[in-house]
């Protein structure tokens, strides 16, 4: 069996998982108003929003307004909310709200003061029953709700349905997709002929391109998505969850790539030409580690994902659950792993071409492992408005350069013709076969 076909069949079962995930949360919320779940919450969570500048909106429509009104039912407005209010009686609770909209209509609009900075409003409802604990809920049906929470746009009208910490991301994906674009109009066709002529890396750069397509998928699933939210609110969130399902399935595909490559070259140096450097090299260990390697990482993405109450456009970047801060933790210790692999090879390498060829591969590799842990600890001197776009743009960029930058060393017309000890009418895109060929 083969190591695509392996893999393929390790991360099938994250399409299912992924696809159940919630894709994103929609800053047009509508579900149920429950008086239950207001009593046990202190409040029910609705949802929050980074509210900035001048003509902040939020507006609720019911169903039901005749049953709302008869239960005295509202909605709490709370700015920064403070974890402290957890510890505080149910009634000082619902009395520390900056504004409380009562919903006796069908529709109702409560403006958002102007804000100096962006600032996270959090809304609640609560009914006559919340702080009642003695009282017995009566058998009403649930209240159907719509919320919509809008920000300025640039006309200064209440339009825009992304929070202060989710704007620019569309136009990031938008450049991003014609980067895309771009590149795959002047590389595709030397890169298809270069597959087809197989070669030493053949496999390698099957699975660089499978996870760079992946990438471009995700990209063009959440840019989908987020030009549908700016227009409802919603977006559509199976476009949202085929983008991180994408993701999820690159990330997992280059590690196992990049251990197998490692783990596979350090197990068989002992028995193996030392001419043929960084060459998949099949063995039962080795496949198990990298497997063992890929299951771990695509498990604690997923564990990331269910486990976050709300989910936001691609908020896994921000790693901010349990199952995030392990998921760094295991790209750290991957990088270590990677560091003492190549330290191994290039400590007892004579030629310096080929210790220039490990090199760069590990810059590729620390680049694509570390980019997330550091961008994650940086973000923390940002306003908490950017630190969701740093991390997120950061990471995406970084993981498509450090591809790039692997595609660049395995295609080198140089190193590449060094380092491999087949003979130059089998590699492709080198000098001689591209003079058969004429220029592209």
């Known amino acids: 069996m083969t190591p695509k076909v392996k893999m393929w069949r390790l991360l099938a079962p994250l399409a299912v998982a992924s696809l159940l995930a919630s894709g994103a949360s929609a800053k047009s919320v509508t579900g149920l108003l429950k008086s239950e779940a207001a009593r046990r919450q202190k409040g029910q969570f609705i949802t929050k929003f980074m509210y900035q500048g001048d003509s902040g909106l939020l507006a609720c429509r019911l169903d039901n307004p005749a049953l709302a009104s008869e239960k005295e039912s509202r909605l709490l407005l709370y700015q920064d909310m403070d974890p402290d209010l957890d510890h505080l009686s149910c009634f000082e ?4 709200s900056q504004f409380t909209v009562s919903l006796s209509e069908e529709e ?12 996270t409003w959090q809304v609640l409802y609560a009914d006559r029953y919340t702080c009642q604990e003695g009282v017995v ?32 991301l569309h136009g990031f994906y938008f450049l991003l997709l014609l980067a895309y674009f771009v590149a ?13 002529k197989g ?17 471009g998928f995700s990209a063009l699933c959440n840019y989908i998505h987020l030009a549908r939210y700016s227009r409802d609110g919603t977006g559509i969130p199976l476009m949202g969850s085929l983008a991180e399902f994408w993701d999820m399935v690159s990330q997992v595909s280059v590690l196992y790539m990049l251990l197998s490559l490692c783990v596979g ?23 198990a580690v990298a497997a063992g390697g890929g299951v771990l990482q695509g498990a604690l ?24 801060l392990l998921l760094m933790a295991l790209r750290v210790g991957l990088a270590l792993l990677l560091a003492s692999v190549l330290y191994q090879i290039t400590s007892t390498e004579r030629s310096t071409l080929k210790r220039d060829f490990y090199l760069c591969f590990a810059k590729g590799c620390f680049l694509w492992f570390l980019c997330h842990p550091v961008l994650f600890l940086l973000s923390a001197v940002f306003n908490e408005n950017q630190r969701e776009k740093v991390v997120t743009i950061g990471v995406v960029l970084c993981q498509s350069i450090a591809m790039v930058t692997l595609y660049q060393l395995f295609l080198s017309r140089s190193l590449y013709w060094e380092v491999s000890s087949l003979s130059s009418m089998s590699l492709p895109l080198t000098m001689s076969r591209a003079n058969q060929r004429g220029r592209y």
């Open 108 to 119: 109702h609009n409560q403006s958002i003061p102007r804000q100096s900075s962006p600032t």
């Open 199 to 215: 070669g030493p890396m053949h496999t390698v750069l099957r699975v660089l391109t499978t996870a760079l397509a992946l990438q």
């Open 184 to 196: 795959c109009c002047i590389y595709s066709r030397p890169l298809w002929q270069a597959l087809r």
């Open 265 to 287: 070259w350090t197990l068989g140096r002992g028995r193996k030409p030392q001419a043929r450097p960084l060459q998949w090299e099949r063995s039962p260990t080795s496949t």
């Open 137 to 168: 809920i009566p058998q009403h049906a649930d209240l159907r709700f719509t919320v919509l929470l809008l920000n300025p746009d640039s006309a200064g009208n209440p339009l825009e349905h992304f929070s202060a910490e989710e704007a620019g």
């Open 93 to 96: 609770r619902l009395a520390k």
């Open 301 to 324: 993405l997923l564990w990331e994902q269910f486990s976050e109450s709300e989910s936001q456009h691609h908020s896994y970047h921000l790693q901010q659950s349990l199952a995030g």
